[in-house]
């Protein structure tokens, strides 16, 4: 008993002086400090310490001095957080520069760099997270100096003389989520270009913002488009893909199923083209995901109902700065249901038919600015009127007339909503008969005689009058007996 006694306190007191000295050890644990090279060593570039690493910038300077910093930096043995090599005159990205270096993000922007050595970033294929070559010289992918970087998160090639992607240029860059190609002037992209990406890519070309660990220059970017002119189908290797900006380049059509293999698609941006048609199956396969879609800018002349059709998730539709012309009174039928917003604004549109917006039950912002509208009465705007928060029909040249009255009394009821935005709008329309303005909120109703609802046109005389237009009717009947003068009015 007391030998068992003794072996268990003697247990206790191991236990417990094993863990005094672990204490010991942790409090005499020194956080890992970095430390610059004198700057002589660097000159002319710049070291500061950062948390995790080295800060190294060399900026105006050339290939032979850039050489030389980075063989005093392989004595160091210090984790280089971030590179940059800034607009420099370094054509060449020579072999083994960086060997023996640890290094996490490179930047190698504006510096004239027009070949990647195939061994000049082999080493540095388990540490490199991102890597910037824009603003260069390149004319393809180095695809020969970046298949090691296995751990590469985001590959920025923008702004370069990039002229066709081949097949499997990115191969071996197992873990890349963002590849960013805008500014460049390819012309191909050949059908297994991005093989090798399908299981982790993610993003093709999206907006910069969305992105809060993108590097300063790109932050500082306002180009949010890939710059791609793609030939008539679109490569395999994307199919995860989630946002697909391919506006501002030269696309004239967009063909049948076009998109068909990017099923999780849920943003496509087509804007900015010079696209004047689509095919019925433009958006085959995109019927479950889609719910942003970006046609403006371009040289559509009609709202391409039979494409859209299929497409029964959309929730934002931009069709601005086209050249439509009309609308048909079943534009939005079997798609139109899920829409929120509706962008019609710089088209040619003069009439809108009295069932236009039938099927838009959930619309909440509308912009039908700067179109050659006269009319908008209430009957048509009337199904949508409950549900809209943001309607904009500035510069139109709308005549006053009793059909305004629904947006007068629209624009009263956003007072409750504090909505100061829509208040301030200055929308005006013209009183013919005065040859002045007024702004739509300040129509001078109880001098246009209008009567109750909208009525109906009743003759075909009336038939050329716009609903919601006040007429004025005088007859006057003589008799024998009395001369009686009356006027009846009446709000078409």
């Not at 005006?428 to 007024?438: A, F, G, Q």
Request: proline residues 3%; contains cysteine; charged residues 20%.
């Amino acid at each position: 008993m007391a030998t068992s006694g003794g072996g268990g306190g003697g247990g206790i007191f191991v236990a417990a002086l094993w863990w005094i000295c672990l204490m010991w050890g942790w409090a005499h644990v020194t956080p890992q400090t970095h430390n610059c090279p004198s700057r002589s060593d660097l000159a002319p570039c710049v070291c500061t310490v950062k948390k995790n690493g080295l800060d190294i910038l060399c900026e105006l300077t050339d290939q032979q001095h850039i050489s030389r910093a980075m063989s005093k930096l392989k004595t160091s043995n210090e984790v280089i957080f971030y590179l940059k090599l800034r607009h420099n005159n370094l054509p060449k990205l020579q072999d083994f520069l960086f060997l023996g270096l640890n290094i996490h993000h490179l930047t190698i922007h504006n510096s004239s760099l027009a070949v990647v050595e195939e061994s000049s970033l082999n080493s540095l294929g388990n540490q490199l997270t991102q890597l910037d070559l824009s603003q260069n010289g390149l004319i393809s992918v180095p695809s020969t100096a970046i298949h090691n970087l296995h751990h590469l998160l985001l590959l920025n090639l923008n702004h370069n003389r990039i002229t066709a992607i081949h097949n499997r240029s990115f191969d071996g860059l197992d873990t890349l989520e963002i590849l960013t190609l805008y500014g460049n002037k390819i012309m191909s992209v050949e059908s297994d270009a991005f093989k090798g990406l399908d299981k982790n890519y993610s993003v093709f070309c999206v907006q910069v913002r969305q992105f809060p660990y993108l590097t300063a220059n790109e932050t500082q970017s306002t180009v949010a488009m890939c710059r791609i002119l793609i030939h008539m189908i679109l490569p395999t290797g994307l199919e995860g893909l989630d946002s697909l900006i391919l506006g501002h380049n030269q696309l004239k059509e967009v063909p049948a199923r076009v998109f068909s293999h990017l099923n999780l698609l849920n943003s496509l941006e087509l804007d900015g083209n010079q696209i004047n048609h689509i095919h019925s199956e433009a958006f085959f396969g995109l019927e479950e995901n889609l719910q942003y879609l970006r046609l403006g800018d371009n040289n559509i002349h009609s709202i391409p109902s039979e494409a859209l059709r299929r497409l029964h998730r959309l929730r934002h539709l931009d069709l601005r700065s086209n050249n439509i012309s009309s609308i048909p009174e079943d534009a939005f039928t079997g798609f139109g249901d899920t829409i929120t917003f509706l962008n019609l604004q710089k088209n040619d549109i003069k009439v809108l038919p009295s069932l236009a917006f039938e099927n838009l039950n959930s619309l909440e912002t509308l912009h039908l600015q700067n179109n050659k509208l006269k009319h908008i009465p209430e009957e048509i705007m009337e199904p949508i009127v409950d549900t809209l928060r943001n309607i904009d029909i500035m510069d139109n040249p709308l005549v006053c007339d009793c059909g305004l009255r629904w947006y007068r009394d629209w624009l009263k009821s956003l007072r409750n909503k504090d909505d100061d935005v829509m208040l301030k709008k200055r929308t005006l329309c013209t009183m013919v008969s005065e040859h002045r303005e007024y702004k739509v909120q300040e129509l001078p109703v109880e001098r246009m005689n209008c009567v109750g609802k909208n009525l109906e046109q009743t003759s075909a005389n009336e038939a050329t009058v716009p609903r919601g237009y006040c007429t004025v009717a005088v007859a006057t009947a003589v008799s024998t007996l009395a001369v009686a003068t009356f006027s009846s009015y009446r709000c078409m």
